[in-house]
């Protein structure tokens, strides 16, 4: 397959190419989460997305376009989970098979979110082993398709679909859009469209504290890691640096928030109780953002994403009941 670069235009191409699989997720507004912050919210529910999450858009615009030699080699993908699943139900629409390297310690429900696709799963040590490293000789044994969580332009502009229907679905210009970043796919669609259709409106990427390469990046002015650090129940957003083709394109964010777990912990608790929606600790992100007052959205007009809902069932126990503090 051709490579590109990943653009506006494809963007719009990856719209058409998703049209009629992908769900098109609601924009939602609550009047209990408008009057704790003193602007309007619109929340972008990608928790109620074909496998749970944002991921499957990339997914399926990238494995949708394989030919028929391709398809019959299969895909592999590396992934903590949501990509893993976005891969594995794209995989079953299309007619390919899937393998999935996934962290040894991812939740248990994505693993079996994976399995229940029809995927295959090889697990790994995420602190000892490369993913990377695993999932190329994997493909290279078996001829296999390669399908990155976030280093492909055609993930990229998959995920970027989510920041066109925001803009189509919202009533009011949005003063901000807030959304987490892990290896920065899904803020690097977003900001190929953004730029090209509501420049005025900021970008800010939200990340848990210890896992902060993106806003470590933007202080350096290149990519740059984070040091080593605690787990965090934010388990979708623990890569280790921006995306070599992600970093290019977020480069021109406004700024970057850090949430604690312990605020990401009460932003799932405010989205059961107020928004009746199961969001995941690393789709609670920008919603904590604001939560803990992090954000400025007093007469603003804040969009957030919120990106995924696949939540291990213990975990999720623990944060309601309020025994998890973090």
Known sequence: MTTHLPSFEGVLDAARQINGVAVRTPLIESPALNAVVGGRVLMKAENLQRAGAFKFRGAYNRISRLNAEEKACGVVAFSSGNHAQGVAAAAALVGTSAIIVM?????????EGVIGFGGEVRLYDRWTESREAIGAAIAAERGSVLVPPFDDPFIIEGQGTVALEMLDQADAPMDQLLCGASGGGLMAGINLVMAERSPQTKVIVVEPEAYDDTARSLAAGERVGHPEGPPSI???????????????????LAGALTVS???VAEAVRFAFRHLKLIVEPGGAVSLAALLSGKSQTKGRTTG???????VDAVLYGEILEGRFEG
Do not use: F, H, Q
Request: net charge neutral; proline share 13%.
């Open 103 to 111: 962290p040894s310690d991812s939740p248990r429900v994505k693993v």
């Open 234 to 252: 934010c388990d979708a957003l623990m890569s280790p640096m921006p995306g070599i083709l992600t970093w290019p394109i977020n480069r021109r």
């Open 261 to 263: 777990d312990a605020e």
């Open 304 to 310: 957030i994403v919120l990106s995924g809902g696949n």
